[in-house]
């Protein structure tokens, strides 16, 4: 037992000098960390617990860092020739991102459909005049360094991928496919026999007042909503059509549909393990059916490691694809309104405007955000899907070729079976990022909702990816689509095998020229692995990833009205608000299941400097960053939903025998 003087502080970590990025080469052996061990166990307090959750991070993080630039090419013999040596160099840290030209990739370093560059950084692309672009140029090669690629080599690399017809197929996508039609299985299509019982339980027919929980079932359902529908349905449907073609959209509803059970499933296991603490305020989430779950399993360790994991994925996912990219994709599109944004001035004024209207809602709580975006919700959406629905309507003669089109590429064999399988992995990356069906974040949401029914809860939930991917993106994508474009797969990369040397032909920054290169490694070869979806009036901005911008484009054009433009840019700008309130209070949850309730505020802060951060970083790095996480979320959770779901089926079962026998009755 420790003494009162010697009381245990945990894990007491020191660093050395930190080395610049080309110091990281050195041998994982050097002594980057040291450690200094005290005599109490470890996790014994809240201050034992932060430093230990903190140092674990942060040495985990130094160390990936290591590997990731040891392992890149340090000389001109290693390095890829750059496709677009001829041309001149990106004058902004945002032209840096057009180079790569696989717009919507997962953030794998592994897959052909994204890629890891080592030529693109935005300090080479950085050639401002003013030190304050070449200030944002430094933070983001840092964010790249430091962030991106230790968490890519740690949660990617690891698992590895399988080769299917020359493609890789990252075993994230199968692991959220596979789920996904396990549970609708398992489940005996919840998602379609309950679907009308969810639109009245969301309407309120039954709610009860006196049920615990802080938040009604629609409150519960439009914060949940606030995540998800964000700019995954406006930037992310436009990109994965710009680099899977239109039948990328396919994939994203299918999974959609699928999703929607495992939304089900998450949710309902979220009100199954919630807590009520002291001042009636409730906790739940993955983090707490994954370790109190997998501990009725008698699998105690697994849970609390699962649990563990899943908390660190989910705060550092709520600062990437709920804050930064949020922010990021939302100011592309408004620099058009406000060119005081413009790159290489001030984009930071908006980072900043957004993280003071977001501190004022957060600090809140959930009952706070739920207010908001009950509000939020419905209007951007009546907004945003009435404005798609003008220009579906007056287009309507179109309607049937643009479904055509995109049934017809979802399945078209012209590239080979690789380019179909591209098509598809594009399309459920996209549709994970927009729904978030099977990564737990929306059972954080759920687990506050008023009800002595978990499963009316989840059933409420399986809206989410009905609403969020089969309708608003649906309409996302056959606004781009019929906005007019042609799709022409690269038959030659479609069916070019990994590790083959071939000469072969890639798109520069504009996306209207084109260049060669030799394919040295598949890591680093700047490609468009499945084709180009091209256009005149927002070709070049699917190159650049400006996902926002190409849907700006479709709505203003000659189908569209040139005042749409002004609601675009309301719904962006809610979109990435909604969604950024919604996040903090994810991983606010997380936070403080790792370090207790008291250091709520260190995260709030957090999480706010990343909303600045996200009006520097380039967009290239935002999407790679935030695919990487809230993907990788769905490692821990589905591995628990799997295990789990015997006790979600008789709760079910339970819940329909009752209804049956009239024990459940809606409001008089």
């Not at 749409?564 to 969604?579: H, K, Q």
Request: aromatic share 10%; hydrophobic share 45%; proline share 5%.
């Amino acid at each position: 037992v420790p003494s009162r003087r010697r009381r245990s502080d945990g894990l007491r970590l020191g660093l050395h000098s930190l080395p610049s990025p080309t110091d990281l080469t050195m041998p994982h052996r050097s002594p980057l960390v040291s450690f200094r061990f005290a005599t109490a166990p470890l996790g014994t307090s809240r201050r034992g617990r932060m430093a230990m959750g903190i140092g674990s991070l942060m040495l985990a993080m130094l160390l990936a860092a290591g590997s990731v630039a040891q392992d890149e090419p340090t000389s001109s013999d290693s390095a890829p020739p750059a496709a677009t040596a001829t041309e001149p160099a990106p004058s902004t840290p945002g032209d840096a991102a057009a180079a790569d030209s696989s717009a919507a990739d997962s953030g794998t370093p592994e897959t052909p459909t994204a890629e890891a560059s080592a030529t693109d950084t935005p300090a080479t692309a950085a050639a401002a005049a003013t030190p304050a672009a070449d200030w944002y140029a430094q933070v983001d090669s840092a964010f790249k360094v430091y962030l991106l690629d230790p968490l890519n080599y740690v949660l990617f690399n690891s698992f590895g991928s399988e080769y299917l017809f020359g493609r890789k197929i990252p075993f994230v996508v199968a692991w959220l496919l596979v789920a996904a039609c396990f549970l609708t299985l398992r489940m005996s299509f919840v998602n379609l026999r309950y679907f009308w019982h969810a639109i009245r339980l969301t309407k309120g027919d039954y709610d009860d007042k006196n049920d615990v929980g802080e938040v009604s079932h629609f409150q519960a359902l439009a914060s949940a909503l606030s995540a998800t529908v964000g700019l995954g349905n406006i930037a992310g449907v436009a990109l994965a059509v710009g680099a899977g073609g239109p039948g990328a959209i396919f994939w994203m509803v299918l999974i959609g549909l699928l999703g929607m059970t495992s939304k089900f499933t998450e949710c309902t296991l979220g009100q199954l393990y919630r807590k009520v603490n002291h001042d009636g305020t409730i906790t739940g989430g993955a983090m707490h059916y994954l370790r109190d779950g997998l501990k009725e399993k008698g699998l105690g360790a697994l849970g609390s490691f699962l649990a563990i994991l899943f908390s660190i994925l989910c705060i550092l996912a709520s600062f990437g694809g709920g804050n930064s990219y949020q922010v990021g994709q939302s100011l592309d599109v408004i620099r058009e309104a406000a060119p005081i944004l413009q790159e290489g001035q001030h984009p930071v004024i908006y980072g900043l405007i957004m993280a003071f209207l977001a501190g004022l809602v957060i600090i809140g709580g959930i009952k706070s955000i739920g207010r908001v975006a009950s509000i939020i919700v419905p209007f951007m959406c009546v907004a945003y899907v009435g404005m798609a629905l003008y220009i579906l309507i007056t287009n309507a003669a179109e309607v049937p070729q643009a479904f055509a089109t995109i049934f017809t590429n979802a399945w078209s064999m012209k590239a080979g079976l690789g380019g179909l399988l591209g098509g598809m992995v594009l399309g459920i990356q996209r549709a994970v990022f927009s729904n978030q069906a099977g990564t737990g974040s929306a059972a954080i949401a759920h687990s506050a909702a008023k009800t002595d029914e978990p499963v009316s809860e989840g059933i409420v939930a399986l809206l989410e990816p009905f609403i969020d991917t089969v309708l608003v993106c649906t309409m996302t994508g056959l606004v781009v689509v019929i906005a007019g474009g042609t799709w022409t797969p690269n038959e030659q990369l479609a069916s070019l095998k990994i590790g083959q040397e071939t000469t072969i032909t890639v798109q520069n920054e504009t996306g209207a020229t084109s260049e060669v290169a030799q394919m040295v490694d598949s890591d680093y070869v700047h490609a468009q692995p499945l084709g180009t979806w091209e256009n005149e009036a927002y070709g070049p901005l699917v190159a650049q990833r400006a996902g926002s911008s190409v849907t700006m484009a479709a709505v203003t054009g000659p189908k569209g009205l040139p005042f749409f433009r002004y609601i675009l840019y309301g719904a962006v700008v809610l979109f990435a608000f909604s969604t950024i309130i919604s996040w903090s209070y994810y991983g606010e949850r997380c936070w403080t299941s790792l370090f207790g309730q008291g250091s709520s505020m260190v995260y709030k802060i957090l999480f706010l400097v990343f909303t600045v951060l996200g009006s520097i970083v380039t967009k290239g790095n935002i999407l790679d960053f935030s695919d990487t996480l809230i993907l990788g979320m769905s490692f821990p959770n589905l591995l628990g939903l799997y295990i789990l779901s015997g006790r979600v089926k008789r709760e079910l079962d339970t819940y329909g025998d009752k209804l049956k026998r009239g024990e459940i009755k809606p409001n008089a």
